[in-house]
């Protein structure tokens, strides 16, 4: 069965292709400038007075001629898609090399690391969900109380942390939007579509039965999503420039915690169940590979994968999971170490491919050292969620309970996910990956 879902995602690529090819606008040739007149000798005849250069006339000054300019770029047409299916108060961010200007909110521009950088598309999970999943018939939500208790407004909006998501923070460092929206969001305007945007679901994978369990966008409709934005971009600026503009976007990819979390404990962690893990694994990378070339065929150039943290230390793997003398589940850290390493190696990979640009995000090492050595990075609390008692609730189960004092001294939010602090210091370790794959 898996080798007809690689042969339908060939299909889907195709597919899409050369769907992007009948739905193209041409752009409109561009408008030759005005020509200005020859200096007329003898005194012109009085109908050509209005055409002449008001710069060669030795005559009374008239009126001079209004400049001729290029046409705007026509509104975008409603795209004739097919229907869509079923479808932070900031924290002061990391100091960075010491030429940029002080931190403060803005749109700050960092030549240090948004050298072309002026587009950010994200796809994933609830890592870096910003609330697609509020349009969504699922339960994994988080658009309610107290998520979103220190983002702007103290709002929630879906994301799955009490402020802002990695991604949020790494646009705004760039200087290119404040926050990354959601895809589905109904109030997205198009000009928002040149900045970035997430397609990712929280709940899903790189496994479509992953993303079924809890009705999330499965990353292969994520892809979907995506082509439909670049016909919008090729509405909005005609068919060069939007394939320059994908060309050069950031592509963050973030997914597997919910891959390997769910199928590992469904294995009931016996020997059986451990080497089914591995060959677990071998089929999320061959699945991640067929979406990486179906990116690179619509325009996809510069990938950020982002790493597995060691998910046998989330808090909700301590307390459902049999745990080690540190008080994880060292079998689980063992599967996303290897994982890990595989996405190392498709990163390498793909560095040897025509015009492409790679980085990895080594999220494992950052929370790993956070969790060994709380105190160095700021945090009290690294066994447990600021929400309820941080070890179960997650999403639903979060919903209105009480909070800790202070998120920002807590690695974890609720039982899964970080918090606004501990995203704060992934961001300072995607900025340095942004170099690499821009210099």
């Known amino acids: 069965m898996r080798s007809g879902l690689a042969f339908a995602l060939g299909a889907l690529a195709m597919a899409l292709l050369v769907g992007e090819l009948h739905c193209a606008a041409p752009a409109p040739p561009p408008r030759a400038p005005p020509r200005a007149p020859e200096t007329q000798h003898p005194p012109p005849p009085p109908r050509r007075r209005q055409g002449s250069s008001p710069h060669r006339r030795p005559s009374p000054p008239r009126s001079p001629p209004k400049q001729q300019q290029d046409p705007p770029l026509p509104p975008p047409p409603p795209p004739s898609l097919p229907p869509a299916g079923t479808v932070v108060v900031p924290a002061p961010p990391q100091a960075q090399d010491p030429a940029p200007p002080a931190p403060g909110r803005g749109r700050r521009s960092n030549s240090n690391y948004s050298s072309g950088c002026t587009t950010i598309l994200v796809l994933g999970d609830s890592t870096v969900d910003p609330g697609n999943n ?4 699922t339960t994994a939500k988080a658009n309610f109380p107290p998520y ?16 802002r998501l990695a991604t949020d923070m790494l646009a705004d460092q760039l200087g290119i939007q404040r926050m990354i929206p959601g895809f589905l969001d109904p109030t997205l305007k198009l000009g928002q579509l040149r900045k970035g945007v997430s397609f990712a679901s929280a709940g899903s994978g790189f496994d479509d039965v992953t993303a079924n369990t809890l009705s999330a966008l499965p990353f292969r409709r994520q892809l979907w999503h995506l082509w439909r934005y670049k016909l919008l971009i090729r509405a909005l600026l005609g068919p060069r420039r939007a394939e320059r503009l994908v060309n050069r976007a950031a592509l963050v990819i973030s997914a597997g915690t919910n891959d390997l979390l769910l199928n590992y404990i469904a294995s009931n962690q016996s020997a059986a169940g451990s080497i089914g893990m591995l060959h677990y694994e071998n089929y999320l990378i061959g699945r991640l590979t067929n979406y990486t070339q179906v990116l690179r065929i619509l325009g996809g150039r510069r990938f950020v994968f ?29 599967l996303a170490a290897s994982f890990n390493s595989r996405l190392i190696q498709l990163s390498n990979f793909m560095n040897y491919q025509p015009r492409t640009r790679t980085a990895y995000i080594d999220t494992y090492t950052l929370v790993q050292a956070a969790t060994e ?14 929400c309820g008692s941080g070890m179960i609730e997650v999403g639903q ?3 209105g309970r009480r909070i800790c004092s202070d998120p920002s001294k807590y690695l974890y939010w609720d039982a899964v996910h970080p918090t606004e602090r501990t995203n704060q210091l992934i961001t300072g370790v995607m900025l340095d990956s942004i170099r690499q794959i821009y210099s």
């Open 134 to 137: 509020n349009r969504l018939r």
């Open 148 to 163: 979103g208790v220190n983002f702007y407004g103290r709002r929630p909006t879906g994301r799955f942390s009490n402020g």
């Open 306 to 334: 982002v790493g597995l943290p060691p998910i046998g230390c989330l808090p909700i793997a301590r307390t459902l999971l049999v745990t080690g003398p540190d008080g994880c589940d060292g079998n689980l850290n063992q």
């Open 373 to 386: 050595n709380p105190q160095s990075f700021g945090f009290s609390e690294v066994s447990k969620g600021c």
């Open 397 to 399: 189960t979060c919903r």
